[in-house]
Structures are given as structure tokens and as C-alpha cells.
């Protein structure tokens, strides 16, 4: 079992940056990627970066690329993304999730989640 807890939400006027932080526990090994995914209301649930847990690979939606920065700290257990310029096209529910094996942008694959952290972009 693996243990997902978002946190870094809020409230941010457009332009400006927020970073979430994910945090894990309990069955934390390599290999695995961690993804970040984003649901807006009455839309579906998208996917918004990933990153394998050696750090060596990272991956982008296209919306998102260029403004936001996915990292992580081994010693922390910990993922973070950092979100630049910010939209309100951007305001959603982001969670976490965790996938052991091969990155990918479908959530289904992943089998551990967090419970959320409300991003709001206000324009």
C-alpha cells in the first residue's frame, strides 16, 4: 500500500504561481512514477505531468508545458509541481497518484491516489 497527501492549494490571481507538494508513505520503492492529474467541475479528469521516481524522466500535457514543474525529493519521499503563470483555465482539483511501472497519461493505470488539493486561479 502506498500513501498519497497533497497539499500547497489555494487561492492565486492569474500570472501568479502556486507549489504542491505530494507526499508518500508506506510501500515507497522504485520503480514507480508519480503522476499529477486535474479535474476541473463538470469536466473530465485530465492528466498534467508525471515523473519516474529516479527523476530521470519527466512528462508534460501540452497545456501545462513550459509553465509548470514536476520534481522530486528521494530523502522526502516527496513530488512537487510547480505551477507558473497561472490561468484560471487552470482552477481544478489536483491530485496525485502512483503507478508502478512504465509512466502514463491514463488514470486508470494508476492504482494509489491522494484525496486533492483545490487549485483556484482567480482572473
Known amino acids: 500500500q502506498v500513501q498519497l497527501v497533497e497539499s500547497g492549494g489555494g487561492l492565486v490571481q492569474a500570472g501568479g504561481s502556486l507549489r504542491l507538494s505530494c507526499a508518500a508513505s508506506?510501500?515507497?520503492?522504485?520503480?514507480?512514477?508519480i503522476g499529477w492529474f486535474r479535474q476541473a467541475p463538470g469536466k473530465e479528469r485530465e492528466f498534467v505531468a508525471a515523473i519516474t521516481w529516479s527523476g530521470i524522466s519527466t512528462y508534460y500535457a501540452d497545456s501545462v508545458k513550459g509553465r509548470f514543474t514536476i520534481s522530486q525529493n528521494n530523502g522526502k519521499n516527496t513530488v512537487y509541481l510547480q505551477m507558473n503563470s497561472l490561468k484560471s483555465e487552470d482552477t481544478a482539483v489536483y491530485c496525485c497518484?502512483?503507478?508502478?511501472?512504465?509512466?502514463?497519461?491514463?488514470?486508470?493505470?494508476?492504482?494509489?491516489w491522494g484525496q486533492g488539493t483545490q487549485v483556484t486561479v482567480s482572473s
Open positions: 497518484a502512483a503507478l508502478y511501472g512504465s509512466w502514463s497519461t491514463a488514470a486508470y493505470e494508476y492504482t494509489y
Open positions: 508506506g510501500r515507497t520503492f522504485s520503480p514507480y512514477t
